[in-house]
Each structure stands twice: as structure tokens, then as C-alpha cells.
């Protein structure tokens, strides 16, 4: 049996550990782009300076030597053809598979601002080869530059650029900064301090034209509320879509929706032996899930039968400037809801709960994060607050079984 993954991030490294341990005997191989294991969670650091490419690696060194597994490295893999059950790589190797898991991840989108695409100092924050090009145009003297975006990515980007020393303005769609994650309270609280390490933020307001010089680069944006930016360069990041890169004409038909490939909760897709797993999916954009759908992924390619269940995509760590928050659920829940909201301030912590009907449907944790865990389980698993018979302190659940009186316990290992 070979197994083919191609990705070397969160979905498809664990999908290859998952399958080795199932498998002692199957041929594994890996593609990737990447010309490493690098978690994108952490390509901002490299950007400041605080990392090497070895620290960006969320697996250990010896991960592919030791679990026998053949890793194709700096290898984009342009075409597949589905019916011959053959890959094909750019340096022109033929790949053939039993099983294939396509595991992509996203990619960052543009918007559709004239004069941004065609320009050569505009960059998007997904790769490491990104990270290599904005740490480079950063380079010592005096640089400003403009991030397109104040969701997580943007942020990451722009406390990086921050620490290199770099002027650095946002601009956000939204009237707050982080407006998937926070509240007006919290986001100001992120805000102040971005603004005491020297940024400068536009909300509320959209980049409608970049202007180039002669050289075919952008040296200001033009903004929807009539100021103009001027910069020495452009980081975008204002959203990703499910990277289907391979899939060119001659990929054949992989079943998909407009923009990802669809899957069943087998993680299949309909083409046979062909299965999909992390953000290429669309199911959601967050490191845990990709990890979750890997190992239900190589669960099925190795024959079990598994099914993916947590769908529950709505919980988000952040740390900027040395402030800790937890968003977790629903946080700025619609005006026309019966929600209730409880808000406490204390000094630099925030938090605020959001019930409905004695259901917890959101909490938003800032500055303290403790009983996280609990929290996160109780708004995932819809239960009652007067049915909670404790309350315990973890602040990560994800490696702990939670029963329905919101009781945890550890889970049983999974059998090598
Ligand atoms: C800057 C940034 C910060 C983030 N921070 C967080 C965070 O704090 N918390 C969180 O939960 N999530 C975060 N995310 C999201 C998280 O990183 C993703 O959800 C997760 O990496 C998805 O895993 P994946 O396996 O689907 O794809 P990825 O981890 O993106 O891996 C995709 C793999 O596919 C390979 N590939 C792509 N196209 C081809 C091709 N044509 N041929 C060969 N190989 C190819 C790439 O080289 C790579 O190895 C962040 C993302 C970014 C970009």
C-alpha cells in the first residue's frame, strides 16, 4: 500500500504519524512546497527576528527518518490524475498512489484594489517563503509599512514589523481591530497597546486604490474615508481560501464546491481512494481541526472506520503584547437574540459572558484565562450552567473528555 499526502502542515504530518502507527508496513510519502515543516502560527516570529526556519518546525527533526516515512520536500505537485491514480511533481517525478490525501491547506487572497496585484512590494503572510520576503524588505533603515487587515494574520504581521523597528499602519474593514475575536471593550484594550508600541490603526474604513511609482511599486494607499498612506511596502491579510493550486485542468475532476474540495465525515471525497483534510476542506481555518481532521483522515485511509465530529471551530487563543485572551463562542451575539450578557472589568482583565436561555454561548476571557477549558466546554457542548457539577481550572480541553455534566476526565490513549 502507498500512501500519498500532499501538504507537510497540521492536517498532513498527523495524518502521516496516524497512519504509520496503523500501518507499519505501508509506504508513506509526503509533498510539500514547504521546504520544511513550518507552523504558519509561527512565521511572524521569524519576521521579528525571535526565530531560525529549524524553530519554526512543529515536529521534531527526526519525525520522518524515525516513522519511515519519504519526504518530498520543495516539490509543488501541479497536477493529478485521478483516474491513473498518478501525481505529478514539478521536477517531473511520477507518483503513484493506493491512497491520496490532499491536505493544501488555504491561500491568501488579494482584494480587489487596483494597482495592488501587479506591484512588487505587496506581500500576503502564509508560507515561509512570505515570511523570507517581508523579513527582508524590512531591512534596517527607515520603512513604513501598511497591513490590510486586522484579523489574526494581520496582527501577527504587524507586532512582527513593530519589533523590526518598522512604522506600521492598519487598516480594518470593521470598527475594531481583531473583529471576529473581541468585542468594542477588548478590542480597544489590543488597540492602546499596538498604538503605545507605535502603530497607527484606520477602522472602520477600506484601502480602495494603491498608488505605484515608476518603479511598479506601491508608495501610498488611497483609503475610503479620503486619507492617504504613504509606504515603503504592503502586507495583505485580509483573507484565505482553500488552495487548490493543483487542481489545473488537467487534475481531472476532484469534487468541490466553488471554492474547496468537499468531503464526506469520512473525510473522502467522492473520487475514489481520495480523501481531503484541513483548511483545503473549508470546514474551518484553524490549526486544531486540520490536526483533527488528519487523524480521521488516515484513520479511514488505513481501513478503520471513523467518522469527524468536531466541527466546533469558534475558539481562538491570542496573545499580543504580552495580553493573553480566550475567545471562545459566540461573543458579540446579535441585538435581536434573547442573550444575556454578564461583563466583568478588573484593572488590564476583561471578560464577558454571553448566555441564552441558561445555555453559555460565548465567553471572551482578556488578561485571564484561567478556566478556559471549562468554559470552552460548556459553550461547545450546549450544557445547561446549572447542570455544571464542578468547575475545574484546565485552560485547554482539547486533550480531555468531557461528559454531560461538564465533568472532565482524561481520555483513554489512543492503542499503537
Ligand atoms: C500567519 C498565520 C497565523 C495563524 N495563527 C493561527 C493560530 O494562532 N491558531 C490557529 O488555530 N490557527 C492559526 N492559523 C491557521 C492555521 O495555521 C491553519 O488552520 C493550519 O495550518 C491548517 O493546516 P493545513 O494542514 O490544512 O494546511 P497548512 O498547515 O497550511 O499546510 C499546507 C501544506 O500544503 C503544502 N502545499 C500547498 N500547495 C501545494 C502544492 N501544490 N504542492 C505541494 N504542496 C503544497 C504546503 O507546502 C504545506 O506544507 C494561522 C495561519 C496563518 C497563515
Known amino acids: 500500500m502507498h500512501y500519498v499526502i500532499l501538504g507537510a502542515g497540521a492536517a498532513g504530518l498527523k495524518a502521516a504519524e ?13 509533498v510539500a512546497e514547504d521546504v520544511s515543516p513550518v507552523s504558519r502560527c509561527l512565521l511572524h516570529h521569524y519576521i521579528a527576528g525571535a526565530r531560525a526556519l529549524d524553530d519554526l518546525s512543529f515536529v521534531p527533526s527526526y519525525f520522518f527518518g524515525e516513522n519511515n516515512i519519504r519526504f518530498i520536500n520543495k516539490s509543488a505537485c501541479p497536477s493529478i490524475d485521478f483516474d491513473q491514480k498518478v501525481m505529478r511533481l514539478h521536477n517531473g517525478e511520477r507518483l503513484r498512489y493506493d491512497r491520496l490525501l490532499i491536505a493544501t491547506g488555504a491561500r491568501a487572497v488579494l482584494p480587489p484594489v487596483p494597482g495592488l496585484a501587479q506591484a512588487g512590494n505587496v506581500y500576503t503572510l502564509r508560507a515561509f517563503r512570505d515570511a523570507e520576503g517581508i523579513a527582508e524588505v524590512c531591512g534596517t533603515g527607515d520603512r513604513t509599512a501598511v497591513v490590510i487587515g486586522a484579523g489574526l494574520v494581520g496582527m501577527d504581521a504587524a507586532q512582527a514589523l513593530l519589533q523590526r523597528g518598522v512604522k506600521v499602519h492598519v487598516v480594518e474593514l470593521a470598527d475594531r481591530v481583531l473583529p471576529l475575536y473581541l468585542d468594542a471593550p477588548a478590542a480597544r484594550l489590543y488597540q492602546t497597546l499596538f498604538e503605545q508600541e507605535g502603530a497607527a490603526f484606520h477602522t472602520g474604513t477600506a484601502v480602495t486604490s494603491a498608488q505605484q511609482n515608476g518603479a511598479g511599486q506601491v508608495c501610498s494607499l488611497v483609503l475610503a474615508n479620503g486619507e492617504t498612506v504613504p509606504c515603503d511596502f504592503v502586507v495583505v ?15 481531472g475532476n476532484i469534487p468541490r464546491t466553488s471554492s474547496a474540495i468537499e468531503v464526506d465525515d469520512h473525510m473522502r471525497t467522492s473520487t475514489p481512494d481520495v480523501y481531503a483534510a484541513g483548511d483545503v476542506t473549508g470546514i474551518s481555518g484553524i490549526w486544531p481541526l486540520a490536526v483533527k481532521q488528519g487523524i480521521v483522515a488516515a484513520e479511514n485511509m488505513a481501513g478503520k472506520d471513523s467518522v469527524y465530529q468536531d466541527t466546533f471551530s469558534k475558539i481562538n487563543a491570542l496573545n499580543f503584547c504580552g495580553l493573553p485572551a480566550l475567545s471562545i463562542g459566540e461573543v458579540n451575539p446579535p441585538e435581536d437574540t434573547d442573550s444575556a450578557i454578564e461583563t466583568l472589568t478588573s484593572g488590564a482583565v476583561y471578560k464577558k459572558f454571553v448566555t441564552e ?9 482578556v488578561g485571564d484565562i484561567a478556566g478556559g477549558g471549562f468554559y470552552a466546554a460548556m459553550v461547545k457542548r450546549g450544557i445547561p450552567l446549572k447542570r455544571a457539577a464542578q468547575r475545574w481550572n484546565e485552560n485547554f480541553t482539547d486533550h480531555f473528555a468531557v461528559d454531560e455534566k461538564a465533568r472532565y476526565f482524561y481520555a483513554e490513549p489512543t492503542p499503537r
Open 237 to 251: 491579510a485580509s483573507g484565505a481560501r482553500p488552495n487548490l493550486a493543483f487542481s489545473s485542468q488537467k487534475s
Open 357 to 365: 436561555n441558561g445555555i453559555l454561548r460565548g465567553a471572551l476571557l
Open 18 to 30: 496516524r497512519l504509520r502507527i496503523l500501518d507499519q508496513k505501508g509506504r508513506i510519502t509526503v
